[in-house]
Structures are given as structure tokens and as C-alpha cells.
């Protein structure tokens, strides 16, 4: 190797194997797949997101949420993911290629600092908890780590005698008095996307095990050793009680 | 391609068709104003990165700092550093440096200096404009490629600048004669366009369907760590340490032997196990990473013989500490990463502290430290003077190591034990996140120490800066009287 064209070229073939076999080769295998069916319902699957999620998964890529959340549930005896109920497909595999075909970009994460999102839309349904948490995440899971996301709402001054709107977070629980909460789009956005994030249809790919139900394990552990849940239906409102 | 022979018919012929070599200073004053913007923007850069991962390390003590402004949320302002240290710093000091050993070793002036001048100023352009853009929010949302398109287009352009400066030195060599460095440094320059502009095309310009996102992100980040960062801080060790301890590199064939295996088998991938691809992507990955450890491996023996007694060096030559300790860090970092490509060993570290750790080592502990030393070594002889403080040397290399030090060991111990927590179901999530704190909290020390160290070395140079500016502006006036004097 003692001329400048030969290590050229020994850099070159290097580069264009590695090339070859980790771009161009997987893009051959399965840079064209499509939808599919739902194998129990035959529903296409993945569906794209609708609007308002469509806008949430950019809020939550320009706040880099994927830096601390993964959204990728590795096969079953792999890590704990299956056990701590982060999967919602009865088999040994779980996250697939398929699960991220409308997303843009792919945010699989790399750290978790906080717990997998994969499958954040089969656990946690309630909109307001996710506002709660995103305004401040001490108040729905105390002991959190999770830095409040402040900026994603609107604090307002109430006249005196104003209720707070409808809109507002529930005044029961998190909010100083004479004053109103208000999730601006950004955090609507990203609580819909939040929500449409759930990858638990079952696929060709992901053979159910045998014997096993058709559902994700009842107990997740993600909450703290204690205390559970700590709102009820009513505190999570402000609309007047039926 | 056996050397001794090649070089024995060729070097007599060789220098004959060749003008002779130009000296050694004369090189340096070519060089001297592209080189210093690099490495003067370079050092900026690395204290503004230091600030945003000091920033974001605090967001770990108390989550509500800040929390009112969306520019310093933890999910912008921990991209802007990363993005800050390897392209803002890590990148801009490495191609001044691989340039500037090109030059060297092969004898001759810095070619294509108005290119070289030009790539730097776009160069800093994009690095500017990709970092406030990841802090308005108009990250990519690929690790490591988080700067927007309109910053990359003047990264890329401004690399290609001064690549090809580098490449038109290399070619007007006066010392025909390689070294193994020059291959290192060749192969590095050629490298990161291809790599560059294929992730951005595949991701960003038009992005592929579904998790396949994920592989060539990775990809990337891995070729750009392993061989982009690999081959330069290599190009720059080789070509340092024998030259301060003054006897040629133990083994030509040794580091041969590195060049091929790391570039075959350096660039597979880094795509961790249990990610949601096709299972023979992870399997080839890991194969490359386990392949690799043999020339890590052979970089260790090459370097300790090469250093085999020469311990007075290191009291009489700051340099040299910077470097030895660059290698250390190399061969620790690289092991440790291969070992993490394994699925028993993935299952536990993946997702932990463990591999920012040792990011850290690699990308800090071995490129960073090295770059710090070559910048101490090359900007005295680039404008002929010392350094108004040469403890303020040591004193970086002792924070820049201590830090690091203080930084990955706590992390990787605290990684592994959150990798082992993890995996046992019954210990509730939020827990263990709260037992690893502890271990992220020792850490912030390690980002404290090189902030630090930044901002000595930043300050080390302006100090240069300002006693050459000083020293001209006095010579300057002192001419300006004596021809007052005569002219009367």
C-alpha cells in the first residue's frame, strides 16, 4: 500500500461492502412493504395517523422525547419488555418492521430513561392523565424523573367569579387559585399521537403462542412501588358532576 | 504491497523526479490561517457543547430547571451538544489536524488554501445554523443526524472543501514513501462524504419506509464513529507518538493489518440485537463488532511497543500525555463496545447507561483528548511562539482526564446495574430509574471537570492569540515611528 490511488481504492471497496450490505441490501428485502391485513379482524394494518397525531409525532420529535423514551418492545426472553406489560401482542415477537411504516421519522430511541412508548395508546387511554403528566409528571406519578413540560400550556388569570373553561386541566388538582391551565395545540397534538401509539395487532410475523390469551399482562409495573393511580373520574374534570 | 521492497526501488527514483521537501517551518506558516480558524472556531465550539451538556446533565438534579423554555428542554439541549462536540468541535479540530499531518508528512505546503479558508467559514455556518435549528425544534430526530437540511448543505459542501485541500496536499507529496497515517487520514476524508450523503439522502431527503429509518441510522453512527473518528484520532497517534518519542511506529504491518480490518469490518452496522429488523442485520453487526476486537486489539500491542521505555518523554513533553492517553482510551472504548454488540450482553446494556458511557470514552477520551493535544502541539510552531502558560497544558490534560474518568466510570458501573434492574420484572421501573440517579449525579462531576477543561483550552489560545497580536502591533508601531523619524 504505498500509492495514494491504492488506499483510494482499498477505502472504496471497504465502504461500498458495508454499503451493500446494510443499506442497500435491507432496502431490497423491505424498503417496499406494504400494508397488511389484521390477521384477526383483516383490517389494514398500520393505519396512517390521523391529523392531529400526524402533528403531535412532530412535537414530539422536535422535543426530542425519544431521547429518553424507546418505542420498540424487544421479543419475549429478550430484556424484561414483555413482563413489564410495555408489549400488547400475545407472542414472542413484538415490536416488527411494520409497526413503523407511516412513521416520519422512526424514533426507536436508544436510552430509556423513562419507560417504552410503543404501546402507550393500549395502556393509558385517559387524555387528561397524559396532559396531567406532561404539565407535570410529579403529580400522576410521584417520584417521576421526568422534567414538567411547562411550555406546552397556557397559564391565565381568572376574573374573579370566571369558572375555568372546559378545555382547561382539572382545576381539582393541579392548579394554583385564580388561575386557569390551558393545553395549547402543541400538547393536544402530542397527547393524540400519545394515544395512537399502539402496535398490537396481531401480523403473520407474530405468531401468538400457543395456550396463551389474546391480551397484554393485566399488571404493568411501570408505577411506583406504592401509591397507584391517584385520581378519580371526577377529579380528572371540570365539567359540572351528572 | 510489501513495503520494504516497494520502498527500496522506489524512494531513489521517487526523490529524484520529486522537488525536494520544504522545510519544516515553511509548511507551517503556509498553513497558518485556515488552520488557526479551524482550531480557534473548534475550541468555541467545544465550550459551547460543554455548556449544553452541563445543562442538560443538570435537568437529572432538578427536572423543573428550566422548564418554562422550550429551547432548554432536555430532549433539544442534550442534541445541541452532541451535535456541538462531533461536528462543532470533534470534526472541524480533526480535519484541521489530518490535513496539517498530511501536509507534513508529505513534506510540501498546504494546497488550496482559499478552499480550505472557505470550507471552514461554511463548515462553522452549518454547525451555527444546525444547532439553533435542533433548539428551535427542527431537529431530524436521527441520533447524530439531528441537524436540519439547511445546516447540512454547507456541512457538506464546506467538508468537501476542505477534503479536497487535503487531498491535493496528499497528491503534491514531496516524499513519496507512505506512512501508515496517510492511510488512515485518506481513507477518513474519502469516507465521510459517502456516508454523509447517504444517511441524509435515505432519512431525510427522501425517507425509506418503516424501521429500515433505524438501520442506516445507525449505520452512520457507526461509521462515523468507528471509522470516521477511529481512522482520524489513529492518523493523528500514529503519526504523534513515534514522533515524540522519536523512533518509527513498532510495526508497519501491524497497522496494515488495522487499516483493513477496521475498514471491513468496523463499518457493519452497529445495529444493537433485538432491534425490530430482520434478524441477519443485527447478527452481521455483531459479527463485524467481535471481528474488530483483534486490530483494537493490535493497535494496543503496536502502540505499548512503540512506547516501550520511554517514560523520561513524558516529563519532558506535554503532548505526549494527551495522546498515550487517547490510545488507552481507544483500545478501553473499542473493547467495551464490541463486547456490548453480543445478545447476552445487549440484553443487559442496551438502552442503559452503560453505552452513552462509553460513547463518552470513545468520543471524548480517546478522539477529544488526542485533538487537544495536536492543537497544543501544532498552533506554537503555526505562529512561532510558545505558550504564555505551559502549566495551563497540564492542567488541561489533568480535567480532560479526570473528567472523563469521572464521567464514564460511574456511568458504566450505574448501566449495568439499571441494565440487571431492568431485566427483573419484579422491581417496579421507577424505581430503578431512581437507584441509577445516584450514579448519574457522581457523573455530573466528570461533565463539570470538562467544561473546565474547555474553557482553559479556550483561553489558552486567545492568551496566544492576544501575545502575537500584542507582539505584532508593537512591531508594527515601532516601525511606524522609525519611519516617522526618518522622513523628516
Not at chain 1, 423491505?30 to 403531535?56: C, I, K
Not at chain 1, 414530539?60 to 418492545?73: D, K, L
Not at chain 1, 397527547?191 to 397484554?216: H, I
Not at chain 2, 479551524?38 to 428550566?66: D, E, N, Q, R, Y
Request: aromatic content about 12%.
Amino acid at each position: 500500500m504505498n500509492s495514494g490511488p491504492m488506499t483510494f481504492l482499498a477505502a472504496f471497496f471497504a465502504l461500498a461492502l458495508s454499503w451493500l450490505g446494510f443499506v442497500l441490501a435491507p432496502q431490497l428485502q423491505l424498503g417496499n412493504q406494504q400494508q397488511v391485513e389484521n390477521r384477526d379482524t383483516a383490517s389494514p394494518y398500520p393505519v396512517m395517523r390521523a391529523g392531529l397525531a400526524r402533528q403531535g409525532e412532530q412535537v414530539y420529535r422536535a422535543n426530542g422525547c425519544n431521547y429518553c423514551h424507546t418505542e420498540q418492545v424487544r421479543y419475549k426472553g429478550f430484556g424484561a419488555d414483555v413482563e413489564r406489560g410495555w408489549g400488547a401482542r400475545n407472542g414472542f415477537v413484538q415490536s416488527v418492521n411494520e409497526d413503523y411504516l407511516y412513521d416520519r421519522p422512526v424514533m426507536l430511541g436508544s436510552q430509556r430513561v423513562g419507560p417504552d412508548l410503543a404501546n402507550i395508546g393500549v395502556r393509558q387511554t385517559n387524555e387528561n392523565i397524559l396532559l396531567l403528566h406532561l404539565y407535570d409528571p410529579r403529580l400522576t406519578m410521584p417520584g417521576s424523573i421526568m422534567p414538567p413540560y411547562r411550555y406546552l400550556f397556557e397559564k391565565r388569570k381568572l376574573m374573579f367569579g370566571q369558572k375555568p373553561s372546559v378545555d382547561a386541566l382539572p382545576q381539582s388538582v393541579a392548579v394554583p387559585a385564580g388561575y386557569e391551565i390551558i393545553p395549547t395545540d402543541d400538547a393536544r397534538a402530542l397527547v393524540a399521537y400519545l394515544l395512537s401509539l399502539r402496535s398490537d395487532a396481531p401480523l403473520f410475523e407474530t405468531p401468538p403462542l400457543p395456550g396463551a390469551t389474546n391480551k397484554p399482562p393485566a399488571q404493568a409495573t411501570n408505577a411506583p412501588t406504592k401509591a397507584g393511580a391517584p385520581f378519580t373520574a371526577e377529579q380528572l374534570t371540570n365539567l359540572p358532576p351528572k | 504491497m510489501s513495503a520494504t521492497s516497494s520502498t527500496a526501488q522506489s524512494l531513489p527514483t521517487g526523490d529524484a523526479a520529486s522537488p525536494a521537501p520544504v522545510p519544516v517551518a515553511e509548511i507551517d506558516a503556509s498553513a497558518r490561517g485556515p488552520l488557526l480558524f479551524l482550531f480557534v472556531s473548534a475550541a468555541i465550539w467545544l465550550f459551547i457543547a460543554s455548556i449544553f451538556g452541563m445543562i442538560a446533565t443538570l435537568k437529572f438534579h432538578a427536572p423543573g430547571m428550566l422548564a418554562d423554555c422550550p429551547l432548554f428542554t432536555y430532549g433539544r439541549v442534550h442534541p445541541a451538544a452532541a451535535n456541538a462536540l462531533i461536528y462543532g468541535f470533534a470534526m472541524q479540530a480533526g480535519l484541521g489536524v489530518l490535513i496539517w499531518v498530511l501536509a507534513h508528512l508529505g513534506r510540501t505546503h498546504l494546497h488550496l488554501l482559499p478552499a480550505i479558508g472557505l470550507g471552514a467559514k461554511l463548515w462553522n455556518i452549518g454547525v451555527t445554523l444546525g444547532v439553533i435549528g435542533i433548539l428551535c425544534g427542527d431537529s431530524t430526530g436521527y441520533e447524530w443526524l439531528e441537524m436540519p437540511r439547511y445546516a447540512t448543505v454547507f456541512l457538506f459542501v464546506g467538508y468537501i472543501l476542505i477534503a479536497l485541500g487535503g487531498v491535493v496536499t496528499f497528491h503534491n507529496r514531496r516524499v513519496s514513501q507512505l506512512n501508515s497515517s496517510q492511510w488512515f487520514a485518506l481513507a477518513a476524508l474519502f469516507w465521510f462524504p459517502w456516508i454523509f450523503a447517504s444517511a441524509e439522502f435515505l432519512l431525510v431527503a427522501h425517507p425509506v419506509r418503516g424501521a429500515l429509518q433505524a438501520a442506516i441510522g445507525d449505520w452512520y453512527a457507526n461509521n462515523l464513529k468507528n471509522i470516521w473518528f477511529g481512522f482520524t484520532g489513529l492518523a493523528v497517534i500514529f503519526y504523534f507518538i513515534p514522533k515524540l518519542v522519536e523512533r518509527p511506529l513498532h510495526s508497519h504491518y501491524n497497522s496494515l493489518f488495522v487499516f483493513w480490518t477496521l475498514a471491513l469490518f468496523g463499518s457493519w452496522g452497529g445495529i444493537p440485537p433485538g432491534t425490530p429488523l430482520p434478524a441477519w442485520l443485527p447478527a452481521m453487526s455483531t459479527m463485524g463488532a467481535v471481528v474488530t476486537i483483534v486490530p483494537i486489539l493490535a493497535v494496543a500491542v503496536n502502540m505499548c511497543r512503540t512506547l516501550e521505555g520511554a517514560g523520561p518523554k513524558f516529563r519532558e513533553c506535554r503532548a505526549l500525555k494527551f495522546f498515550s492517553f487517547g490510545a488507552m482510551a481507544y483500545v478501553i472504548a473499542g473493547i467495551a463496545s464490541a463486547v456490548t454488540a453480543f445478545g447476552d450482553v445487549s440484553k443487559i446494556t442496551n438502552f442503559t447507561w452503560f453505552i452513552p458511557a462509553i460513547t463518552q470514552l470513545f468520543l471524548y477520551g480517546f478522539f477529544a483528548i488526542s485533538m487537544l493535544g495536536a492543537v497544543y502541539y501544532i498552533v506554537p510552531r503555526l505562529l512561532q511562539v510558545e505558550f504564555p502558560k505551559p502549566n495551563a497544558i497540564c492542567l488541561t490534560f489533568l480535567l480532560t482526564a479526570f473528567g472523563i474518568l469521572f464521567y464514564s466510570v460511574p456511568l458504566a458501573i450505574g448501566g449495568i446495574k439499571q441494565g440487571f434492574a431492568l431485566n427483573d420484572p419484579n422491581r417496579a421501573f421507577l424505581d430503578v430509574m431512581q437507584s441509577t440517579l445516584l450514579f448519574f449525579r457522581i457523573s455530573t462531576l466528570g461533565d463539570l471537570l470538562m467544561l473546565l477543561a474547555s474553557l482553559v483550552f479556550l483561553l489558552n489560545l486567545f492568551g496566544l492569540l492576544v501575545q502575537v497580536g500584542r507582539t505584532a502591533y508593537s512591531a508594527a508601531m515601532a516601525a511606524n515611528t522609525r519611519t516617522a523619524e526618518v522622513t523628516p
